[in-house]
RNA sequence: GCUGCUGUAGCUCAGUGGUAGAGCGCACCCUUGGUAAGGGUGAGGCCGAGAGUUCAAUUCUCUCUAGCAGCACCA
């Protein structure tokens, strides 16, 4: 072996280093603001630690905090070690488990010791000064190899009996990887990690919250106390990150949904909504958006039974794999004594609809269909109903009743790609209305399952095919392959979108099926004269009307689109001699199609002014004696401070322009 | 469904082992005013449901229920 090794940097230099030289000791040759700024290293494309020895030549990049997104991921898995240290140095006693970097921060399950009640909020403080301790400390972060038996004797002698469990589950001969924190705590982890806890911000985390969790993720292991922290490279990043999370606070549709009286939830029917008036005027506007987009699509909405036969859900392979989602219902009269169970225990079963895509099915086969037929696609804005369990429910965004603007489209093995196709184009468009950028995400077949592996490759390469030719399999479109997280029946194409504040909501899908078509024999005539099967594609883009509704009022934090908004503009008087005027004035309004209210009360117009922006009313028509008598209005624009006077005709040209929905423009 | 926290007026929230309070909203009165809260008076509560402890429970304990945060699961 050589005495040197070879080290190529980035920007195509080789430098030469002695035999057992780490990246710190390549970063000190090149200079001392690197070798203070590094703080890992890539060695072949593989980030490790700074003090970790080079075996050999090898491509190497030095990663410092300009790093973003590799210095983030270090900084919080340190941070999770760092916590975890922090707890056991408070309350020895303490069982610690696993502790991984989040998205925006990084959490540790640890097990409270016997001698005290699990962790709570209240310890938050305290741990988060230890914290700040073990960082100033600045203790070296030291790599050790160790044996498997080792780790499993010292587990086992500390009374850490969840990390003894999982070493004894780890490989025999791998070589284990310890790191030490200075010279009195360490934990086992693959790494890698900074070279000390002193390079991280004592000010850049906070500790967010407690919550259970289980031990393997698992319902019937012991329960855990999750700690969650938030961490950054720097204090203006973590008070960048709190003012977002104040900011989607803000935005929580169920504050704005109470504020702005569109709709309510009440534990009678907790899961189903109450719309309120002005809450449902948006789903009206939803709707008659998409009946105008399918119906040039070629489309045709149908309406099928809220309640089926449970021979029918057995058919379809709901009954077997869904149930346990599913609203039961006896077929039978209920007993009206006062004696006696209400149903018998001979009652037969129906049940709710949980997916449409059965009585679709049941349409499609009424009548012989001709491959002329082919592709037919059969849509509805379906009302189903989920027996979600209780702890899922969220505001709109997870409800047991909702309606779905399902279709599904039945063609022929060949026309899929292009119906894929046609549809990515109708998707893109309609976000692009609402103004969402997305990425399309190909959820791959789960453990359970219905259909041969060989019609699963099928389906999952027609529709990576379908998005590969349509150009939409790109980074710029988030592309990703999802394993396991397919439906049951089928692979599914799924488009998240991003809304105004960068968070990520998965609405629109299509998947493709020869599930259904085939338990539910569902055929059409071939122009050779045979039978044949069609495949079935299911899809969706709104997802659900109360879930796309819940991401609008997020994404624009209650300031809707004028033509989306329930109220596009409020008359507001200043005295009440212009009232007759006002009156006069909605009146034209309303004949053309503008959503307008009044408010005549006896209020200041200050008063009036305050109340209608909170309401978040895109347009303020304020009128008084001078309006009354010019024929004006005095038209300010929610956002603005600056009121145009102009007469009621041209108020109305401008209202009805900017009440256009999107697709009519 | 699991764990933790919470449930007091329409809303947001104080508070107490001796059956309750604020602000906003609502009603009425005065005020008719020019672009983000004019003044006064008043009505509103089985203190989530049930059981237990106690002379006495909205308050303490238990069970249930709903909400919230996570987990698990999903449109």
């Given at each position: 072996m050589s005495e040197v090794i070879k080290i190529s940097l980035p920007d195509g230099s080789v430098r030469e280093m002695p035999q057992g030289s780490t990246p710190g000791d390549v970063a000190a040759a090149i200079g001392p603001g690197l070798a203070k700024a590094a703080l890992a290293a890539k060695v072949n494309g593989e980030l490790r630690d700074i003090n970790r020895p080079l075996e050999g030549d090898t491509e190497l990049a030095l990663v410092t905090s300009r790093d973003e997104a590799e210095a983030l991921e270090l900084a919080r898995h340190d941070f999770a070690h760092v916590l975890a240290e922090a707890v056991q140095a408070l309350w020895p006693g303490t069982q610690i488990t696993f502790g991984p970097a989040t998205d925006d921060g990084f959490y540790y399950d640890v097990k409270a010791p016997t001698t005290r009640d699990p962790f709570s909020m209240d310890d938050l403080p305290a741990i988060e000064e230890k914290m700040r301790e073990i960082i100033k400390a600045d203790k070296p972060l030291r790599r050790e190899i160790w044996s498997r038996q080792q780790l499993i004797d010292k587990w086992s002698a500390e009374g850490e009996t969840f990390k003894a469990e999982w070493a004894a589950e780890l490989p025999e001969n791998e070589e284990l990887t310890v790191y030490w924190s200075g010279d009195d705590w360490l934990d086992m982890c693959r790494g890698p990690h900074?070279?000390?806890?002193?390079?991280?911000?004592?000010?850049?985390f906070k500790l967010m919250r407690v919550a259970g969790a289980y031990w393997r993720g698992d319902q019937n292991n012991a329960q855990l106390t999750r700690i969650y922290g938030t961490g950054w490279l720097n204090k203006k990043q973590l008070n960048a990150h709190l003012t977002r999370l104040e900011e989607a606070a803000k935005r929580d549709h169920r504050k704005l949904g109470q504020e702005m009286n569109l709709f309510h939830l009440q534990s009678e029917a907790h899961g189903s909504v109450f719309w309120h008036p002005h809450g449902y005027q948006i789903w009206r506007e939803l709707e008659a958006y998409m009946r105008r987009a399918i119906d040039g699509a070629g489309y045709n909405e149908v309406k099928t039974p809220q309640v089926m036969d449970a021979r029918q859900w057995e058919q379809s392979g709901h009954w077997g794999k869904y149930r346990e989602n599913m609203f039961v219902i006896p077929d039978e009269v209920p007993?009206?004594?006062?004696?006696?169970?209400?149903?018998?225990?001979a009652a037969e079963w129906m049940a709710l609809k949980p997916m449409n895509c059965p009585a679709h099915v049941l349409i499609f086969r009424q009548g012989i269909k001709s491959?002329?037929?082919?592709?037919l696609r059969i849509y509805e804005n379906g009302c189903c109903h989920r027996n979600e369990p209780h702890g899922a429910l969220h505001g709109l965004m997870r409800v047991r009743q909702f309606t779905q603007d399902d279709a599904h489209i039945f063609c022929t093995e060949d026309q899929i790609v292009e119906e894929v196709q046609a549809f990515c184009r109708l998707a893109d468009r309609i976000y692009k209305d609402f103004g969402f950028t997305y990425a399309i995400k190909l959820a791959l077949r789960p453990e359970q399952r219905f259909g041969s592996d060989a019609d699963w490759d099928k389906a999952e390469n027609e529709l990576r095919d379908a998005v590969v030719r349509a150009g939409l399999a790109t980074e710029e479109f988030g592309w990703e392959e999802l394993p396991g997280e397919g439906a049951f029946y089928a692979p599914k194409l799924e488009w998240h979108l991003t809304d105004a504040i960068g968070r990520t909501w998965q609405v629109g899908t299509i998947q493709s099926d020869r599930v259904l078509p085939e338990r539910l024999d569902a055929s059409y005539i071939g122009e050779d004269g045979e039978k044949h099967r069609p495949v079935m594609l299911h899809r969706a883009i709104f997802g659900s009307y109360e879930r796309f509704i819940g991401i609008l009022i997020e994404h624009f934090a209650g300031r809707l689109p004028v033509w989306l908004a329930?109220?596009?503009a409020v008359v507001a008087t200043i005295v009440s001699d212009a009232d007759a005027y006002a009156s006069e004035s909605i009146s034209k309004l309303q004949a053309a199609g503008i959503r307008v209210e009044s408010d005549f009360r006896n209020e200041k117009i200050n008063y009036k002014v305050r109340e209608h922006s909170l309401a978040k009313v895109p347009y303020l028509l304020v009128m008084g004696m001078r309006e009354a008598e010019e024929g004006t209005v005095a038209v300010r624009t929610l956002g603005e401070k600056e009121q145009r006077v102009m007469s009621i005709d041209d108020a109305i040209t401008m209202l009805k322009e900017a009440a256009t929905p999107p697709d009519l423009r």
């Open positions: 900074l070279p000390s806890t002193g390079k991280l911000d004592p000010q850049a007993n009206t004594e006062d004696e006696g169970p209400i149903v018998s225990d491959y002329r037929d082919l592709p329930p109220v596009q």
